[in-house]
C-alpha cells in the first residue's frame, strides 16, 4: 500500500515497479494524459487494472466495426478504407503512408500534420497548430477521428523532410569511411567462366561448379547445396555458354551455394544495416562494391504502442503473440528500407546482405523466438549467437535469400547493440582500460580492453526519456533541455527543442535541472526542497513541495510545469542505478575509476548530456573530463561494419564470448552501491572532489 | 532404311537405335502386342511414329472425360472415381490399392487377377484365367474396362502374397547380420538432461543444448540450427525439466540440429534402405537401434510405363516433365514404404533415415534435376555426389526432417547402384583385383582393389530383359528359362518359371538356348543358321530362318514361339557389348583376364545365369569357374550398410570419388573389341580354350 502520485490523501495498492509510484483506482481509469495515462503503455500498473479489459472490449468494438470510409492521401494517392472513428494516423499507417509521428499518437509532439482536403474529420482543438495552420485545414493525424470519406494532403515540409533524412547518406559516409578496408559480404555473387565438359573431363555440373569456386577461393570441401540449385544447375550453366554467377553464403558452419544464375556480368549489391532501438529505428542502404552509405533512414519502432521498455514489450508479446511484435518491428522495418530503397533508386531484390543491431529483447521478437524467460529469474535468453538466417524467412523487405547477421549478445540485458557498440569503438583491440556506458531505460555498461571485458546492465527506469516524471518527455519539439536558474530571484532561463513552448522537460534538461537546484540551494543533498517561503518558483504541489518551471500562460497546454519531490526521487534512483552500475562492475573487476583511462559514452541520451551537469548530479563519475568521449549511435555503426566485413563479425562474435556477464538482481554490493549513490551527488563526497556543495 | 521385324519384305526408315531393329508403318501403328506392341514402351521408333500423336490425343481424351464410375475395392473398401473406360488396373493405381501388375498392364503377365462382386466391367477373353476361375468371377484387372459403377475383391491369394513379402525381413536381417558392427545414423535422436540455468550459469538456452550435444561428443563448432528450432527451444527445454532429445543431422559439410522435443525417453527409430532399380524397386524397413530388417517390399517402377530403359525415362521426362517421372517413382516407393510401415506395425514418423540407391538416371528423376545431358554428349550427369537431404522435400513417406542420403554415382552410365554393390562387395578394401559386373540393359563394369578402381558402361540393349526378341519376355511365369537340345532329333527340352505353359523367352533361357544351338550345330560362329532342310524344329520364318521352341498347340496364344535369325543377331550384339567393355577396360588397365582374381556378377539378371552357358556363348570370360561369384542385389544390400554406419556413408564417397570413368562412346578400341565379340563364342577362339566349337 502507499499514496497515489496524484492524490496523496489516497492509500492504493497499486504499485508501479518502474516508477516506484502508486496510482490510486481512479488513476488507473482515467483516461486524461495529464495525469496518467501519458505513461500508460509504459506502466505495468495499467496491465492490472480492470479498467484495461474494458478498454480492450472497447478497442474491439471499434476493430469490428464495418469498414465504411475511404481515405485518400495525396500527392501519391495510396487509399485506405477504415472504419469510421479511427484516426487519421491509424488509417495512414494502414495504407502504408509514412507519417511523421513521434509520440506514436499520444497527441503531445504536434508532428503529425496533415491538411484535409476534402471530406469529414473530427478534430478536437489544439494548442500544437498555429492559427495559421488552422486556417489552412491542418489538423494533427493522431488526433483527427474520421466520420466519412476524406482526402488529406500530406504537407510539402513533410515530403522534405523525408528526403533529408534520405540525404543523410553523405555525411554517414564520410563518418564512417575508411572502417572497413576489405569489404568481404557473408553473400557473395562470385562470378564465373567454367570449362565446357568433355568427353574427357566429364564431372558433373555441380563438381564442375565447385571447381570454378575452389579457384575463386571458396571452401568447397564444407558447402551444401540444396535441392533448389541442384534443379537449376544443368539449365543455368548451359543458357549463357558456361558463364554464370553463383551466389554463395559463408556461414560459421559451412558456406552453401544458394542459387545459380546464368550470365556472369556485374549486378547491383546492396546491403543493409539496421539499428533495432527500443525506441527508434536506423536503417543504412549501402554498396557492397565499395562501402558507400546511399541512403539512411530513421523512425520509431511501431512496437512502442505497447510499452516503451523491454519489459512491457515482452509483457505484450506474452499477452498477444510473439508474431504480433515481430510484424510491429518490421512494419516499421520495411517501411525504412522502402524510404531508403527508394530514395537510391534501388529494388528490395538487389539487397543480398543485412546486419542488424538491437538489444537481446528486440532480437528475439524479430525473429519471433520466445522472450519471456529473459524477465524471469534467471533471466535466460533463448539464443545469444544467432546462426545467420535468410532474409526470407525472417520476412525483411531484401532478397529472401539475403544472408541476415544478427549481433550477437552475452546475456537478456546486454544484447547484440551493445556488442556492436564495442565492435565500432575498437576498445577490444586496445590496451588503454575504456568503461562503455549507453544510458537509456536500461544501462549497459561494459569495462575491459584487448585482454578482457565485464559487463552488466542497470535498471536506470525510464526517468530519462520522460518516464515516471510528471512532465518529462522526450526530447522532442518543445522540451525543455537547458536549464539556468538564477541564484538570487530562483528564475530559470530555459531553452527548448525547435525554439518551441515549452511542453514538457526531457533528460538532459532534468540533469540541468537538478545540478541548478543544488547549485542554487532548493534542494539538498539528500534530495529534499528546502522551504523557501515566498519565492514563486518554489511552491506546493498538492502536499509535496516543487520548482515550477514554467507558468501555465507560457505554455501551450495553458497549466504550469511543474517538477516536484516525487519527480525528483525517481531522477535520483535512476541515476542512483546507473552510478552503482558502475562502481559495482569496477569493483567486481577489482578497480577504481583511477584506473580507467577513457570513458565512452553512446546512445541517443548521450547526445544531449552536459557532462560537467552529469558529473554535478553524480550520474557520471567526477573523473578527468578529458577521458569522456561521446561516439554516437554506436550500434549503427558496428552493424555498418560487420555488414561489410568477415573480420568484424567474426570480432564482434569474440566480442560477445570475451565479455563476462556480471548480474546486479541479486548483487548485495550493488544494493550497496545504489543505496551510496542515492544522493547529490553521493553519500561519499571525496569521489567527488570538483563538485562544489550547496550546503 | 532396312526390313521391317515382321514384314521383311518391306523397306523402311525406322531404326531402332536399341533393338537394332525395323519397323515399317503399319507396324509402328499397329496396336497389336504379338507383333510389335509388347515392348512398345521399350522402343524409340514409338516416339518417332505419326500414330504415337494419335495415341497422345486418344489418351489426353480418355482423361478429359468426366469422371463418371465409381470403383470400390474389397476387402478393405477404398473407392475411387474414374472415367468409363479405365481398366481396372488403373482404378487400383489410381486409388492406391496394391495390385500386382508384373508386366505393368500389358496383359501379358496373367497376375492382376481380381474378382468382380458387382458392377459392370467388360473384360476380354483370356487364357491366363482357368475356367474356374472364370467362373468364380475372376477377371485382369489390367484388361478389364470399367463401364459402370463396379466392386471388385482382392483374392485372398494376392493379400497372402502381400504379407509373404513383407516377411522378406528375417532371411534378409541373416543376411546382413554382421555387416555392421556400429550404428552411426545420420540423424541421430540424441537424448540430454541439462542442468537448470542459474544466475550465476546463464549462458543462453542454445548455448545450453550446445554444451549438452558436445558432451554427446557432436561437433558443435559446425553445428547450425534453423529458425524453427530457436522459435520451439525456449518452450521445449523446460516442458519437462530440461530432459529433452535433440535431432541432430549429420553432413559432410555441416552438422545441423533439426528439432528439440520436451522429455528423453527412448523413441522407436526407424530407417530405410532404398533401391530404386528402373524396373523393379526395392524396400527395407530397418529397426536402427540393432539394425534388424523389420519388413522388405518390392515392387515394379511405375516409371515403366515410360520405357523400359534409362534413356526412354529420359526423353519421357523432356516431353513431360521430370515432375511427372518423380511422382511415379515417389508412388511405387510410397506404397512400398506403406506396406512395409504396415506389416511392421510402425508410423512413417519414425522413419528418420533413409538411403538411396539407384542409377543416375533413376536418382536424378526422384529428385526432379534435369536428367537430359545424360543422354547428349559429352554426357554429364547434373549431380554425382549428392548432399544429405530432407525426407520432405523429396516427398518420401518418412519423417520429413528424416535424412536421405543417395549413393554417389561417378559418371552419367555408373551411378550410385554401382558404387553400393561395391561397397557390399568391399573389394574396395581388399588386395585382391576384382572385376564387378552388373549385367542388365546397360552392363557396369568396375575392375580394381584397395589401390585403383576404373570403371565403364556398355550398352547391351535390352535383349537380355525380353527387349528386341520376338518372344522375348522377363524372367515372369511362363518364361522360358531352361533349354536342353537332343542333338540328334533337335527336339527341345524346355522347363518354365513356374512351370507353366511356355509364354516367351527370358535371358537365360535365351543364352540356354544359343548355347545349345551352337552346340547342336544348328547355328555356327558367326551366328547363322546351318541348313537343317527336313527338321521340323528349324524353318523357314518369314524369310529367314527361326528355331522353333513350342508350337502353337503348346502355348496358351496358341501360336509358334520362334527365335530368329534377327533375335539371334540381336541377342550376339548384346553379349558382344557386354565382353567388349570387359576387354576394353582390361585394356585400358594394361590388365588381361589372366591378372583377374575374381569376379562378382551381380544384379537381377545374373541370379539365374548359368555360369557354364555364358562363358560357353561368349558373354563371360573363359576362366576358372571357381573365380565368379554371385553376390544378389548388391545395390540395397550396399543401401542397408550405408544407413547404419558413418564409416560405410564416408566409403561410399571414396569409391565415387576413386573410380576412374572411361567412356566407351567414343573409344575405338571398344568398337574393335565390339566387332571381334560379335562372333560364338568369340573371333578370338584362343580366349575360349573350354568352349568346345560346334563345327
Known sequence: MGKCVNHPDRETPYLCMKHQTYLCEECLECKDPKIYCKHRSACPIWFMSKRKENWDAEDKNAATAAADCTVTFQPDGQTVSVPAGSTLLEAAQAADVHVNASCNGKG????????????????????????????????????????????????????????????????????????????????????????????????????????????EGCDVNRMNVGIKVMRQLAEAVR?????????????????????????????????????????????YLVDMTDGRVLAATAGHNRQADCGDDVINRIVCAEKNGVKKLSRMALATINSLIGEALDSAGAKADAVRNVVVSGNTTMAHLLLQIEPRYIRRDPYIPTVSEFPILKA????????????????????????????????????????????????????EIVIG??????????????????????????????????????????????STV????????????MIDLIAELMRTGIVDRSGRFVDMAGKRRVRQQGDEPAYVLAFADETPMEEDIVFTASDLKNLIYSKGAVYAGFTTLLGE???????????????????????????????LPDIDRAKFNYMGNSSIAGAYMALLSGQYRQEAREICNTMTYVDFSSNPRYM????????????????FPSVATPN
Chains 1, 2 share one sequence.
Not at 406 to 434: K, N
Open 108 to 215: 503531445s509532439c504536434g508532428k503529425c500534420k496533415l491538411v484535409v482536403a476534402s471530406g469529414a474529420v473530427e478534430s478536437p482543438p489544439t494548442p500544437l497548430l498555429t492559427d495559421a495552420e488552422k486556417k489552412k485545414g491542418y489538423v494533427l493525424a493522431c488526433q483527427s477521428r474520421i466520420t466519412g470519406d476524406v482526402s488529406v494532403q500530406i504537407p510539402e515540409e513533410a515530403l522534405q523532410k523525408k528526403l533529408k533524412i534520405a540525404g543523410m547518406g553523405q555525411a554517414v559516409t564520410e563518418q564512417l569511411s575508411g572502417m572497413v578496408t576489405e569489404i568481404d559480404p557473408m553473400l557473395k555473387q562470385v562470378p564465373l567462366t567454367l570449362a565446357p565438359p568433355t568427353l574427357e573431363d566429364s564431372v558433373s555440373d555441380l563438381d564442375r561448379l565447385n571447381r570454378g569456386l575452389k579457384k
Open 239 to 283: 543458357q549463357d555458354n558456361w558463364n554464370i554467377t553463383a551466389s554463395v553464403i559463408r556461414r560459421k558452419c559451412a558456406n552453401e551455394i544458394l542459387e545459380v544464375r546464368p550470365g556472369n556480368g556485374a549486378q547491383p549489391s546492396l546491403g543493409l544495416a539496421i539499428d533495432i532501438g527500443t525506441t527508434t529505428i536506423v536503417v
Open 392 to 443: 526470407g524467412e525472417i520476412g525483411l523487405k531484401a532478397n529472401p535469400m539475403g544472408a541476415v547477421f544478427i549481433m550477437p549478445g552475452p546475456a537478456s540485458y546486454v544484447g547484440g547493440d551493445i556488442v556492436s557498440g564495442v565492435l565500432y569503438t575498437g576498445f577490444h583491440r586496445e590496451d588503454l582500460t575504456t568503461l562503455f556506458i549507453d544510458i537509456g531505460t536500461n544501462g
Open 449 to 494: 580492453n584487448r585482454e578482457w571485458m565485464m559487463t552488466a546492465a542497470c535498471s536506470a527506469g525510464p526517468a530519462f526519456e520522460g518516464g515516471g516524471i510528471r512532465w518529462g518527455m522526450r526530447a522532442e519539439e518543445g522540451a525543455i533541455e537547458k536549464i539556468t536558474i538564477d541564484p538570487h530571484s530562483l528564475e530559470p532561463t530555459l
Open 498 to 509: 525547435g525554439d518551441a513552448p515549452a511542453r514538457g522537460i526531457c533528460g538532459s534538461g
Open 589 to 619: 573487476a577489482g578497480m577504481n575509476f583511477s584506473m580507467v583511462d577513457r570513458i565512452i559514452i553512446t546512445g541517443g541520451f548521450g547526445q544531449y548530456l552536459n557532462i560537467e551537469r552529469a558529473v554535478a548530479i553524480g550520474l
Open 672 to 687: 550497496d552501491e545504489f543505496t551510496s549513490a542515492c544522493f547529490l551527488p553521493h553519500t561519499d563526497l571525496n569521489a
